[in-house]
C-alpha cells in the first residue's frame, strides 16, 4: 500500500506570496491533519479534515487554510507569507474517525518551505 | 502552548547504555501514542498505549503508561546507533476530540 505522499517536498517563495501544498493520504484514511514542524515550536497542529470537513483547528493565523476533496486528498494554503512560516509542513492520514479512538497517524515526508 | 510537556529535551547516551524519555500531560488522557523521527525524516508510529498502567514492549523498547493515565515513559535498553532521532510523545487533548498535541520531543544522540 503506497503511503502519505507530499508535494512539493521543497519550495521557495518571498514574503507576500501564497503558497498552496498537496497531501495524498494513504487509500481508504479519510482523517487527513497538517502539522508544522520548527526548530524552536516543535510538531504544532494545523488543522484536521475527516471526509472533507474541517474538524478541528489549531492556533494559527487566518493566513492558514486548507481543504479536503472527495477522494481525501488535502491541499493547505498559506497567503501573505511571512518569514516565520518558514518551517516542515507535515501530512499526516489516519483511519481514526476521532483522535480518542486512537489510530496511529502515517506522516508523509513533508514539504519544506522556505520564505525569503 | 503545549499540552503534553516531555524531559529530557536532550538525551546524550554512550552506545550500551539504557536511558528513558518521560511525558507528562496535565489532564487524563484517553490513549498515548509515540513516535520516532530520524534526522532528515518524518515521524514514525512506534506504539500506542490505551490502558491504565499498561506496558508494552518492542524488542529494546519498553513503553508504560502510568495509572493515572496522565504520564507515560519509553525505556531504552542497550541503545545502539540505530536509536539515534527524536522520539515524541502525542496525546489528544482539548474539548474537541480531532486534536493532537504532541510533545517537545527527546532528540538522541548516541556515542559510539
Known amino acids: 500500500k503506497a503511503g502519505v505522499t507530499q508535494t512539493p517536498r521543497y519550495l521557495i517563495k518571498t514574503r507576500g506570496q501564497q503558497v498552496t501544498l498537496s497531501c495524498s493520504p494513504i487509500?481508504?484514511?479519510?482523517?487527513v491533519s497538517w502539522y508544522q514542524q520548527t526548530p524552536g515550536q516543535g510538531l504544532q497542529f494545523l488543522f484536521e479534515?475527516?471526509?472533507?470537513?474541517?474538524?478541528n483547528k489549531g492556533n494559527f493565523p487566518g493566513r492558514f487554510s486548507g481543504r479536503q476533496f472527495s477522494n481525501s486528498r488535502s491541499e493547505m494554503n498559506v497567503s501573505t507569507l511571512e518569514l516565520g512560516d518558514s518551517a516542515l509542513y507535515l501530512c499526516?492520514?489516519?483511519?481514526?474517525?476521532?483522535?480518542?479512538?486512537?489510530?496511529?497517524?502515517?506522516f508523509g515526508p513533508g514539504t519544506r518551505l522556505t520564505v525569503t | 502552548g503545549q499540552q503534553v510537556m516531555q524531559i529530557p529535551q536532550y538525551q546524550h547516551v554512550q552506545e550500551g547504555e539504557d536511558f528513558t524519555t518521560y511525558c507528562n500531560s496535565s489532564t487524563t488522557l484517553s490513549n498515548i501514542q509515540w513516535y520516532k523521527q530520524r534526522p532528515g525524516g518524518h515521524p514514525v508510529f512506534l506504539i500506542q498505549l490505551v490502558k491504565s498502567g499498561e506496558v508494552k514492549k518492542q524488542k529494546r523498547l519498553t513503553f508504560q503508561f502510568g495509572e493515572a493515565k496522565k504520564n507515560s515513559s519509553l525505556h531504552i535498553t542497550a541503545t545502539q546507533t540505530t536509536d539515534v532521532g527524536t522520539y515524541f510523545c502525542a496525546g489528544p487533548w482539548g474539548s474537541n476530540d480531532y486534536k493532537l498535541s504532541f510533545g517537545a520531543g527527546t532528540t538522541v544522540t548516541v556515542r559510539a
Open positions: 479534515y475527516f471526509s472533507e470537513t474541517q474538524r
Open positions: 499526516a492520514s489516519s483511519l481514526a474517525v476521532n483522535s480518542r479512538e486512537g489510530h496511529e497517524q502515517y
Open positions: 487509500s481508504g484514511h479519510r482523517s
